[in-house]
C-alpha cells in the first residue's frame, strides 16, 4: 500500500481553507457532520443545472434524474456491500428510524421485547422506545463505565426467545468504541430477533459489508461520510418486501420504492455518489490494483483506518498527559481497533462548554454536551454538569492540528 497521500486529501476540500483569527480552521467536529470534496459541491450544482426534475417523466431532465437516483442507489450497494434495491433513501438516519419502527411495530404483539444500549445516539433508542405506545418491553443494554464499551455479558443476559429486535450502534458518536456488531447480529438470530445496525459513526472510519454482518437493517448519514445531508438504510430484500411501510397509495409498491416516502432529495442524492466516488478515488490512489469500486472502498477503508489509527494515538496519548483531565473510553493502544478517532474528555475546573468556546476562538471545532448520547451522558453521570468535551477525528485532520489541541488544552489547563 502507497503511503496516505493527506495533500492530496486535503486538497479536495474546500471548507478547509478557512481561516479563524488569521489561523487555519481545524475541524474537530466530524461526528456531528464532515465537510464535503470539491466534486460533491459540483454534483449538487449541476444536478440542480441540467437535471433538475421529477422522476419517471417522458423527458430528458427526468430521465437523467432517475439514472441520478440509480447511481446512488448503485454506490451505496458498492459501499455496503448489498444489492441496489437494498438501499432506502430517506432525510436522515433519524427519520429512516422511525419509519422502520414503525413498520415493525405493525407485526407487534404485547410481550414482545425490544433491546437498546446506553451507549447509542438517541436516534437509535427513541425510535424503539416509541413501541412501548404498542405493548413492547424496552430493554437496555448497560455499559462498562471505566472504557465506555459495550457490557456483552449483559446483553447476553437479557435477550431471549421474547426479543424482537436489537439496535445496537456500530461505533458510538459520544466516545468512538467499535462494538462487536457481528456477535451482537449472531445472539439476535439466535432467539429469532432482527438486528438493526446504526452505522452513522462508524461509517466514515471503516469499511462495512451487510452480507459478511447478516444484519437485517444497517443505517448510516450521508454528511457524516463526505457528502450531503441525506440519509440511508439498508434492508434485507425479504424484510423490505414483507414490512409494510406507511406509504402514499400511488407510489410503487417495489422495493425500494414503497420505503423512499415523498419526492427524495436529488441534488444530494447526485451527492452522496460523488461522496463515495471521492472515498473510491482515494482507494484507487492508495491500492492502484483495485479494480472494482467496491475494491476501491475497501482498500480506502484500509487506508483511512491505518492513517486514524496514527492520528488517534498520537491525540490519546497526548490527552493523557494534560494535567486534571479525565478521559472516557478506550485509551490503551493495543486495543486501538476497538475504536474511532472520536474521543470524549472533561477538565478540572472548566466546564465542556467552557473548553470548546476557548478552543473555538483559537479556530479548533469540537462539540460539547450529549450530542445526543444522552443515556451515556447520565450513565456516565456528566449530563447535569455540561456532558464531556468532543473531539471526533477523520482522515483529513493533520498530526499538526492535533499537536494544536494539545497545546491549547495544556494552557488552558494551567489556568
Ligand atoms: C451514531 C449516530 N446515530 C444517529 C445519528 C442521527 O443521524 P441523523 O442526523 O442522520 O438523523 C447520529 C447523528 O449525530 C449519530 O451520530
Same mark, same amino acid.
Given at each position: 500500500m ?7 486529501v486535503?486538497?479536495?476540500?474546500p471548507?478547509?481553507?478557512q481561516?479563524?483569527?488569521?489561523r ?11 465537510q464535503?470534496p470539491e466534486?460533491?459541491i459540483?454534483a449538487?450544482?449541476?444536478?440542480l443545472?441540467s437535471?433538475n426534475?421529477n422522476?419517471?417523466?417522458?423527458f430528458?431532465t ?9 447511481n ?6 458498492d459501499l455496503l ?7 432506502v ?10 419509519a ?7 407485526? #407487534?404483539k404485547?410481550?414482545?421485547?425490544l ?5 447509542d445516539?438517541? @436516534? ?11 405493548g ?5 443494554v ?14 447476553k443476559?437479557?435477550?431471549?426467545k ?6 445496537v450502534?456500530y461505533?458510538?458518536?459520544?466516545v468512538?468504541t467499535?462494538?462487536d ?8 438470530h439466535?432467539v429469532?430477533?432482527?438486528a438493526?445496525?446504526?452505522a452513522?459513526?462508524?461509517?466514515p472510519?471503516?469499511?462495512i459489508?451487510?452480507r459478511a454482518?447478516d444484519?437485517d437493517?444497517l ?14 438504510l439498508?434492508?434485507k430484500?425479504?424484510?423490505l418486501?414483507?414490512l409494510?411501510?406507511?406509504k402514499v397509495?400511488? @407510489?410503487?409498491?417495489e422495493?425500494p ?19 463515495i ?7 484507487r ?6 479494480s472494482?469500486r467496491r475494491?476501491q ?9 491505518n ?12 490527552? #493523557? ?10 485509551r490503551?493502544?493495543e ?8 474521543? @470524549?474528555?472533561?477538565?478540572?475546573g ?7 468556546e476557548f478552543?473555538?476562538?483559537r ?6 454536551g450529549?450530542?445526543?448520547? #444522552?443515556?451515556?451522558?447520565?450513565? #456516565?453521570?456528566?449530563e ?8 471526533g477525528?477523520?482522515h ?13 488544552l ?5 489556568t
Amino acid at each position: 500500500m502507497k503511503d496516505f497521500d493527506i495533500r492530496w486529501v486535503r486538497a479536495q476540500f474546500p471548507a478547509l481553507r478557512q481561516e479563524v483569527n488569521g489561523r487555519p480552521a481545524v475541524f474537530f467536529d466530524a461526528p456531528g457532520g464532515t465537510q464535503v470534496p470539491e466534486r460533491v459541491i459540483d454534483a449538487l450544482r449541476d444536478y440542480l443545472a441540467s437535471s433538475n426534475a421529477n422522476t419517471h417523466g417522458a423527458f430528458v431532465t427526468s430521465r437523467r434524474s432517475d439514472e441520478i437516483i440509480a447511481n446512488a442507489h448503485a454506490a451505496v450497494a458498492d459501499l455496503l456491500g448489498c444489492d441496489t434495491d437494498e438501499v432506502v433513501f430517506g432525510p436522515n438516519m433519524t427519520t429512516l428510524a422511525f419509519a422502520l419502527s414503525r413498520a415493525v411495530g405493525r407485526e #407487534l404483539k404485547r410481550g414482545d421485547e425490544l433491546i437498546v444500549t446506553r451507549l447509542d445516539h438517541d @436516534a437509535n433508542v427513541a425510535p424503539w422506545v416509541a413501541l412501548e405506545e404498542r405493548g413492547a418491553a424496552v430493554r437496555f443494554v448497560d455499559i462498562h463505565p471505566e472504557d465506555c464499551t459495550l457490557d456483552m455479558d449483559d446483553l447476553k443476559r437479557q435477550i431471549d426467545k421474547r426479543t424482537r429486535v436489537v439496535a445496537v450502534g456500530y461505533a458510538a458518536n459520544a466516545v468512538g468504541t467499535i462494538n462487536d456488531v457481528a456477535e451482537v447480529v449472531r445472539l439476535s438470530h439466535h432467539v429469532g430477533a432482527l438486528a438493526f445496525i446504526d452505522a452513522v459513526h462508524y461509517a466514515p472510519h471503516g469499511p462495512i459489508d451487510v452480507r459478511a454482518l447478516d444484519c437485517d437493517f444497517l443505517a448510516c448519514s450521508s454528511y457524516k461520510f463526505f457528502g450531503p445531508h441525506c440519509g440511508v438504510l439498508y434492508g434485507k430484500r425479504e424484510h423490505l418486501t414483507r414490512l409494510q411501510p406507511y406509504k402514499v397509495r400511488p @407510489a410503487s409498491e417495489e422495493i425500494p420504492d414503497r420505503w423512499e416516502t415523498g419526492t427524495q432529495n436529488h441534488e444530494g442524492l447526485a451527492g452522496v455518489a460523488a461522496a463515495i466516488d471521492y472515498v473510491a478515488e482515494l482507494g484507487r490512489r492508495a491500492s492502484p490494483e483495485a479494480s472494482t469500486r467496491r475494491a476501491q472502498l475497501l482498500a480506502a477503508y484500509g487506508a483511512i483506518r491505518n492513517y486514524e489509527r496514527g492520528l488517534a494515538e498520537r491525540l490519546i496519548s497526548g490527552l #493523557l498527559a494534560v494535567p486534571g483531565l479525565t478521559f472516557y473510553g478506550i485509551r490503551d493502544p493495543e486495543r486501538f481497533d476497538h475504536r474511532t478517532p472520536t474521543v @470524549a474528555i472533561r477538565m478540572e475546573g472548566h466546564t465542556p462548554r467552557q473548553l470548546a468556546e476557548f478552543l473555538g476562538e483559537r479556530g479548533i471545532f469540537t462539540w460539547d454536551g450529549n450530542y445526543y448520547a #444522552l443515556r451515556l451522558t447520565e450513565r #456516565l453521570g456528566v449530563e447535569s454538569s455540561g456532558g464531556m468535551l468532543r473531539i471526533g477525528l477523520v482522515h483529513y485532520n493533520t498530526a499538526e492540528e492535533v499537536d494544536r489541541l494539545l497545546g491549547a488544552l495544556n494552557e488552558i489547563a494551567r489556568t
